[in-house]
Structure formats: C-alpha cells, structure tokens
Nanobody
C-alpha cells in the first residue's frame, strides 16, 4: 500500500521559512518523479514544484521560483520542500504527490499517489 505522509507545516510569520517533508512508503521511490502541490483557501489545487528520480532536474511554478527548493533523499524515501521568504499568499494546504512517468510535470492528473496534506499558514 502506497503512503505519502507530509509533515513540517505550521504557522510562520511573513519572511520566515519552513521545511516540509514527505515520507514515502510502499513504492520504489527512484521510479517516481515527486511533486509538491498546494491548495489555497477557496482555490483549486495548484502545482508548486517537482523533481525527477535522481534529483538532477527540478521544475517550479513562477510564484515560488527563487524562494522554494525541492529535494529528495531516495535512500531515506524522503522528499522535501524548503520554503523561504514566505508570504501570506503562500498560506495553503501542501500536498506531496508521486508521478510514475518520472517526468517533471505540473499537471495534477499525471500524479498517481497523493498524501493527505499539511497546513502552512503565513501571517502578515
């Protein structure tokens, strides 16, 4: 059974940082590209970042480029999202997802497995 479990969310002031973690189990992580998505209040889920199996290529949405960094540790079955210079507009539930085509892609439908999400709240 595939499980993706996010952690690391919380409340932070604008300008601060958080590091999200995604613990993967029940799948061979190197066969998957991994992505982070977020759902802002009242909005549809949107792409944040993705990383291919070996970490050599990453892809970011324009809204987070230069502030967020996605990384992975295949030996530990972990994926991370380092979020710096956080803004109130980054307030959302953040989801980890796995893509078996192992490509960097921003389409929700390309991701087969999803976590339950972790709340990030940025106060002004």
């Amino acid at each position: 059974q595939v499980q993706l479990v996010e952690s690391g969310g919380g409340l932070v002031q604008a300008g601060g940082s958080l590091r999200l973690s995604c613990a993967a189990s029940g799948l061979t992580l190197i066969r998957y590209a991994m992505g982070w998505f977020r759902q802002l209040p009242g909005k549809e889920r949107e792409f944040v970042a993705s990383i291919i199996w070996n970490g050599e290529h990453t892809y970011y949405s324009n809204s987070v480029k230069g502030r967020f960094t996605i990384s992975r540790d295949n030996a530990r079955n972990m994926v991370y999202l380092q979020m710096n210079s956080l803004r109130p507009g980054d307030t959302a539930i953040y989801y980890c997802a796995a893509n078996g085509k192992n490509i960097n892609v921003d389409l929700l439908r390309e991701y087969e497995y999803w976590g339950q999400g972790t709340q990030v709240t940025v106060s002004s």
